[in-house]
């Protein structure tokens, strides 16, 4: 699976801080279970990464 490939699989995503001061990432579908820890330095460079995507999507309408 690529980044432009369709999918049918259902997932829940939850985002926030944890108590050890990172924040989480957390997918959960059909056999899966994958909580992902970033520290707040790396939450920002993430945030800045979907921004960007966003926004190019929505300079083309």
Do not use: C, H, W
């Not at 944890?18 to 279970?33: C, K, L, S």
Request: aromatic residues 4%.
């Amino acid at each position: 699976m690529s980044i432009n490939s369709e999918s049918d699989v259902t997932t829940n995503l939850q985002i926030g801080p944890t108590t050890d001061g990172m924040v989480r990432i957390y997918i959960e579908g059909d056999g899966v279970d994958l909580p992902m820890d970033f520290s707040p330095e790396e939450a920002l460079e993430i945030a800045e990464e979907l921004t960007a995507a966003a926004k190019t999507i929505t300079a083309g309408k």
